[in-house]
């Protein structure tokens, strides 16, 4: 008798956080590898936040919070999504999970049946495909190209849609290129789906307050099809709140009932402490919160350098990303070529010989749905990108 299910052992496992496990191995053996594998701010959590868990302790909040999240900080995430993003939530339309990833898995419990068809542009966020199997879903990926900023078009997204389909999962700005869908493209997007009355959106805005290029727009902001957008989101990006494990959905209310009777049979709520400091996060106007708005500057200019320092390595090609805090170049002219006994035939073993042989930690783009391309994640200082990316240089020159 087998030990595991099918269920796990069909599973394939997170390629962002095993590259991440890789590289503190390596790390742990003494070896001086920099990860650029996964996506997490090196900012500290602003203070006013922490304040507000240290408060909370002292308050004695740790009993039980009710499933789907305290009242006011449910209050707190409409007030946001009001003022942020223009859209009008009750609280029993939110429901605050252990991190947007929960929050994704258990919308796609309560909405996908085995056989239907989740619609995946791709690249994609390496765990929307798990999640989407998880549930029998079956993954219909739609393939977008760099000319297009890696983008779908209504086209697209009319043809991939049948009868059977049910969940669209996408995000913007977009883990792992860095692009983003505009007001208008988004209302193109709708359009579509307006069409098709048993579609659903799932919109990742987790990297919302990382955009470099204007104001970030939500496909929940178009009344016909809102009743059936899931709008996803949380802190750990834009506030710099990896560890503290918050996200959240802003959906329609049957949704969000069903998605706190399964949060009940899993977790019974999120730490109290974390939701607490979330309060205060929510309230930071991204408009004129300073930490916010240097966050992003930050990034914007590891963004500049680090394109600069891609586009000057011969055969790579790579995009000026507009948002989030990732390159998604193509190296796929590598493939083919070696060095010693290391051979390149696809972006795994690309990012393992970048690994080995540069020590520097990247994701393969196979694990987003791309071959062609590897992501690196520059959420790291402008010393380390810099260094990273003159090992990456050199390592590359090697390959013939
Ligand atoms: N979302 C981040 C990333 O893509 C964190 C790791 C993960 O959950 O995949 O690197």
Redesign the pocket.
């Known amino acids: 008798m087998e030990v595991l299910s099918k269920r796990i052992c069909s599973m394939g496992e ?4 095993a590259m ?1 496990a890789k590289a503190r191995e390596l790390q742990a053996q003494g070896i001086d590898v920099i990860s650029l ?4 701010p090196d900012f500290n959590t602003p203070e006013e936040v922490k304040l507000a868990a240290k408060d909370a302790i002292d308050k004695n909040f740790t009993h039980y919070p009710p499933v789907p999240g305290y009242a006011d900080l449910r209050e707190a995430i409409c007030t946001k999504l009001k003022r942020d993003n223009g859209l009008d939530y009750k609280p029993e339309q939110i429901v605050v999970s252990t ?1 947007a ?1 929960q929050s994704i898995y258990q919308l796609v419990q309560c909405l996908v049946d085995p056989g239907d068809e989740v619609i995946i542009p791709a690249p994609y ?3 929307y495909r798990e999640i989407a199997r998880a549930a029998g879903g079956e993954c219909v990926f739609i393939t977008t190209n760099p000319e297009n900023d890696f983008k779908i078009t209504p086209q697209q997204l009319e043809a991939a849609i049948t009868p059977r389909t049910k969940l669209i999962m996408f995000s913007s700005p977009s ?2 290129t860095g692009m983003l869908y505009t007001h208008d493209e988004l209302r193109a997007i709708a359009d579509v789906v307006a069409r098709h009355e048993r579609v659903y959106v799932m919109a990742d805005e ?1 990297y919302e307050h990382i955009n470099f290029v204007g104001s970030h727009a939500s496909i929940a902001s178009f009344a016909d099809v809102k009743e059936r957008v899931i709008t996803v989101n949380g802190v ?2 834009g506030f710099a709140m ?1 560890g503290w494990r918050i996200g959240y959905i802003a959906a329609p209310t049957v949704i969000a009932k069903a998605c706190n009777k399964l949060q009940g049979q899993v977790t019974s709520a999120t730490c109290s402490i974390a939701q607490k400091a979330t309060v205060a996060a929510m309230l930071m106007d991204p408009t004129t919160s300073r930490d916010i708005i240097d966050m992003r500057e930050t990034f914007r200019r590891r963004r500049d350098m680090v394109y600069d320092l891609l586009r000057a390595i011969p055969g790579v090609d790579v995009r000026l990303p507009q948002g989030a805090f ?1 390159f998604f170049p193509r190296v796929d002219s590598y493939y083919g070529k070696h060095y010693g006994d290391y051979h390149i035939n696809n972006s795994t073993d690309l990012s393992m010989y970048l690994l080995m042989e540069a020590h520097v930690a990247t ?1 393969m783009g196979s694990a987003f749905g791309d071959d062609r391309c590897i ?1 690196l ?1 520059y959420a790291t200082s402008e010393e380390l990108l810099r260094e990273a990316l003159r090992r990456i240089s050199e390592a590359l020159s090697k390959l013939s």
């Open positions: 997170s390629e962002t956080l991440t594998s996964i996506g997490e991190g990833k966020w390496v765990s883990n792992p987790i750990a990006k990896t990732y994701v992501r994640s």
